[in-house]
């Protein structure tokens, strides 16, 4: 996973209107967290850490079960 450190419009416009808002908002680089994708060219999975609520949210497309054990390691 790679970790984004500004506002990706790629990755917002495809997953931000069907969020939580605790975490499109941190999505969107307007409240604090951490966000990581799983490729900035071609994103399918998107792992969203909110300050706020204090969690993880996976977001985007489904993946192969052995992806989400390897981000788990």
Same mark, same amino acid.
């Given at each position: 996973?790679?970790?984004?450190? =500004? *506002?990706?419009? +790629? =990755?917002?416009? /495809?997953?931000? /209107? ?6 499109? +908002?941190?999505? #969107?680089?307007?409240?604090?967290? $951490?966000?990581?994708? &799983? +490729?900035?060219? +071609? ?7 909110? &300050? *706020?609520? /204090? ?10 079960? =052995?992806?989400? #054990?390897?981000? $788990?390691?």
């Amino acid at each position: 996973m790679i970790e984004l450190k =500004a *506002y990706n419009k +790629n =990755a917002c416009e /495809k997953i931000i /209107k069907t969020s939580s808002i605790y975490f499109s +908002n941190v999505l #969107a680089f307007h409240t604090p967290g $951490r966000v990581w994708v &799983d +490729n900035e060219e +071609n994103i399918k999975l998107i792992l969203v850490y909110s &300050d *706020y609520q /204090k969690g993880f949210q996976f977001m985007g497309s489904t993946v192969p079960e =052995a992806k989400y #054990a390897e981000i $788990r390691e």
